[in-house]
C-alpha cells in the first residue's frame, strides 16, 4: 500500500520569503500523480499544483513550483514571495494511475504541514 | 462553472441516530470520492462513485454507505452514530481522474 510522509507538522515564513514543504511517498507502481493542496480555516481544499510521475520537468504554477525526484520518492513544495493568503494546511497526496493517465484508486494523503506566513 | 457542492455544512446528531450527506459534484463530472477528515486519524478515504456504481471502498465499518444517482449526485449515509464518526466529511468530483475538486465539506458532530 501507498504512504504519503510530511515531517514537518508546522512551518512560517515572513511575508515575501521562500518556503519549501517536503514529501516523501512510497508505492512500487511506476504511474501515478502527485499532488499538493491547501486547506485553509475555511476548510475548503484547494488543488495548489499537479505533478504527472512520467514527466520528469516539474510543475510549476505561478509561485508555486515543486521538486519531483522520482528516484527518491521525494516531491517538495516551493512557495515563492510568500503571501498573507498561503497560511493554510498543506497536505501532499497521491494516486496511481494506468498507463493512459486515468487514476484510480483513492487519494492518500500525509498528514499535513501547518505553514504560517508573518507579516 | 459551479464547483462541488456539500449540504449540509454543519450538522449535530446524537449518537444512535443516522445521517445523510449530500454531495453535487462539478457538471460533467461522474466520479464522485468521499474522504473523512479528523485532527488524529487525517484525511480517510471512504468511498468512490462512478455512474452509480461504487468502484473502490476504504476500511471503515458497514455503517458507513453511499450511492450515486444518475445525475452524478451522491449521498453518504452513516446509521448509528457514535462520538467517533464527529469529523469533517469531505467529498470530490473528478472528471477523468486526473484532478480532484473538493467540496467546502460538511462538519458532523455527534453529541
Known amino acids: 500500500a501507498q504512504t504519503v510522509t510530511q515531517s514537518q507538522p508546522e512551518m512560517s515564513v515572513q511575508e515575501a520569503e521562500t518556503v519549501t514543504l517536503s514529501c516523501t511517498y512510497d508505492?512500487?507502481?511506476?504511474?501515478?500523480?502527485l499532488f499538493w493542496y491547501k486547506q485553509p480555516p475555511s476548510r475548503q481544499m484547494i488543488l495548489v499544483i499537479r505533478?504527472?510521475?512520467?514527466?520528469?520537468q516539474n510543475a510549476t504554477e505561478n509561485r508555486f513550483s515543486v521538486n519531483f525526484q522520482k528516484a527518491a520518492k521525494s516531491f517538495s513544495l516551493k512557495i515563492s514571495d510568500s503571501q498573507l493568503g498561503d497560511t493554510a494546511m498543506y497536505f501532499c497526496?497521491?494516486?496511481?494511475?494506468?498507463?493512459?493517465?486515468?487514476?484510480?484508486?483513492?487519494?492518500?494523503f500525509g498528514q499535513g504541514t501547518i505553514l504560517t506566513v508573518h507579516p | 462553472k459551479a464547483g462541488v457542492t456539500q449540504t449540509p455544512r454543519y450538522l449535530i446528531k446524537t449518537r444512535g441516530q443516522q445521517v445523510t450527506l449530500s454531495c453535487s459534484p462539478i457538471?460533467?463530472?461522474?466520479?464522485v470520492s468521499w474522504y473523512q477528515q479528523t485532527p488524529g486519524q487525517g484525511l480517510q478515504f471512504l468511498f468512490e462513485?462512478?455512474?452509480?456504481?461504487?468502484?473502490n471502498k476504504g476500511n471503515f465499518p458497514g455503517r458507513f454507505s453511499g450511492r450515486q444517482f444518475s445525475n452524478s449526485r451522491s449521498e453518504m449515509n452513516v446509521s448509528t452514530l457514535e462520538l467517533g464518526d464527529s469529523a469533517l466529511y469531505l467529498c470530490?468530483?473528478?472528471?477523468?481522474?486526473?484532478?480532484?475538486?473538493f467540496g467546502s465539506g460538511t462538519r458532523l458532530t455527534v453529541v
Open positions: 470530490a468530483s473528478s472528471l477523468a481522474g486526473r484532478g480532484y475538486t
Open positions: 508505492t512500487s507502481e511506476n504511474n501515478y500523480y
Open positions: 505533478q504527472e510521475a512520467y514527466k520528469q
Open positions: 497526496a497521491f494516486i496511481h494511475s494506468n498507463a493512459g493517465g486515468t487514476s484510480y484508486g483513492k487519494l492518500t
Open positions: 457538471s460533467g463530472h461522474r466520479s
Open positions: 462513485y462512478f455512474s452509480e456504481t461504487q468502484r
